[in-house]
């Protein structure tokens, strides 16, 4: 079973996260979802956080790890928010179990394919050598020589835990994201459709949401809108999280 953190009562809202990410990622902004009438459910998906650890890692068993957590929790109706690889697993769950979901929030990705492209980020976890026992600061100066961006590394850092006493881990299954890393860009499969209120966000420095991707969206979600967060890039929800919780509350909420 899927681990979670659940705030709040009345409509259930999933959170689901991106790639290397955990339910962490959304706290704050699961607190103020919670405050607004939403018993929130930020999941860790398999191979992240606290969950399992499984060699099997495609969209579809990601799905119906969420099915399977939505029934024993007796979850119906409920409001999916999912990032990046969270948006594909929350458009992949919404086209498949249209009962299940009434409303739909993808932030900054669609239904296309997308060419790997997370090589260096790879690298630099990959580099890092956890037999030598490493403090905390000499996994990050490891990282730095493969990932420049500080907000990037501190992302990844947050996934550094203590596995026993001087002994530092990742909490998510790098040996599996290595060998298959080609599906975190697999495109919705033709035909699906979930024609209920779905609203993409995007940020407005992300190339990840394109105008010309608009035709694809429409063929799959057709009561979509698009919303864009301006000056803010992939990691819209932590960029600006005061201004992607008014956007999906103002959607949520009508």
Not at 212 to 230: C, R
Request: charge should be negative; glycine fraction near 6%; aromatic fraction near 12%.
């Amino acid at each position: 079973m899927l681990y979670s953190k659940i705030e709040g009562s009345g409509t259930p809202l999933l959170i689901l996260h991106g790639f290397l990410g955990m339910s962490d990622n959304w706290k704050s902004l699961a607190v103020q979802y919670a405050a607004n009438g939403f018993e929130v459910h930020a999941l860790d998906l398999r191979n992240h956080g606290r969950s399992f650890h499984s060699d099997e890692f495609n969209y579809h068993v990601m799905v119906n790890d969420v099915v399977d957590y939505c029934q024993s929790k007796n979850l119906n109706h409920i409001a999916v928010i999912g990032h990046s690889m969270g948006g594909k697993i929350a458009m992949l769950l919404a086209t498949s179990y249209p009962s299940l979901v009434d409303n739909l929030i993808v932030a900054d990705i669609v239904p296309k394919y997308y060419a790997p492209h997370h090589q260096d980020i790879l690298a630099g976890l990959n580099a890092v050598d956890f037999t030598i026992k490493p403090s905390r600061q000499e996994v990050e100066n490891t990282l730095m020589d493969y990932i420049p961006d500080f907000g990037t590394r501190q992302f990844l850092l947050k996934s550094l835990y203590w596995e026993t006493p001087g002994q530092l881990a990742f909490r998510f299954n790098l040996a599996v994201f290595n060998k298959e890393i080609e599906i975190i860009g697999h495109s919705l499969p033709d035909g699906l459709v979930f024609d209920k209120p779905t609203l993409f966000i995007r940020g407005g420095n992300s190339k990840y949401i394109l105008d010309s991707d608009w035709d694809l969206i429409l063929k799959h979600f057709p009561n979509a809108d698009l919303a864009t967060i301006p000056n803010v890039g992939h990691w819209l929800h932590a960029e600006n999280p005061n201004e992607f919780v008014t956007k999906s509350l103002s959607f949520l909420t009508n």
